[in-house]
């Protein structure tokens, strides 16, 4: 079945701890992998991952693409209370570059002072 | 400043009565899109269009109509036909661009809709 499938489904933390959120995947006729955050209302963009094994890195975020495993990670150093989100995980369909995309159910990680 | 606009950001319906969602971009994007959002299901693509006057069935289309007459605004409507009209609505939009290149979506605020 084709679907995208994220892992733990909640986490809890505290500030200054390490998490590394999974997401993992069943076809490989696609063109990208995104990870989005969401914190109330709209997701906003964090990383676009198309190329395998090259570490995307954004400040405390990162985020690394397994084309052979099918597999992403989405690694977060040093915790705040602001990184408390829903992250959610998506892939594109077939060649395209749109937003047409298949997501997970997203991961709820709380961070704790 | 450029984005995507939803409206209204809550909105009560009674059963039977059809509703539509607003979604407006200053982005000058040729895609748009609308998913919904469920607790535990993440997004879920019910309708999209690539192009002004033409859209295509996203996953979950049943019970859902749309209109692209505007290449800014791509409007929602919930029918009396939607079994579970309860959640969370997104719209989001995109540059289609050339093929080689990698577009990500941009996200609207949402509105929530609750059927009463």
């Known amino acids: 079945e084709d679907k995208v499938v994220q892992s733990p489904l909640s986490l809890v933390v505290h500030e200054g701890d390490t998490v590394t959120l999974n997401c993992s995947y069943e076809v490989t006729n696609f063109r990208s992998l995104l990870w989005y955050k969401q914190e109330k209302k709209a997701p906003t963009f964090l990383f676009m991952l198309?190329?395998?094994?090259i570490e995307k890195k954004s400040g405390r975020l990162s985020s690394i693409l397994d084309k052979k495993e099918l597999f992403s990670i989405l690694n977060i150093t040093a915790t705040q209370t602001g990184d408390s989100a829903i992250y959610l995980c998506a892939r594109g369909r077939g060649s395209s570059n749109t937003g047409k995309l298949i997501f997970g159910q997203g991961t709820t990680l709380q961070v704790k002072p | 400043d450029g984005g995507i606009t939803q409206s209204p950001k809550y909105l009560f319906r009674k059963e039977g009565q059809n509703v539509t969602l607003s979604c407006e971009q200053n982005l000058n994007h040729d895609a748009m899109y609308w998913y919904r959002q469920d607790p535990g299901q993440g997004l879920r693509l019910i309708y999209y269009?690539?192009?002004?006057?033409?859209?295509q069935k996203g996953d979950i289309a049943e019970g859902y109509s749309v209109s692209r007459e505007k290449k800014e605004s791509f409007p929602l409507t919930v029918t009396s036909a939607q079994k579970n009209p309860t959640a969370f609505y997104l719209c989001a939009s995109s540059s289609t661009g050339v093929p080689t290149m990698n577009t990500e979506a941009f996200f609207g605020q949402g509105t929530r809709l609750t059927v009463v």
């Open positions: 198309t190329s395998s094994g």
């Open positions: 269009s690539q192009i002004v006057n033409d859209f």
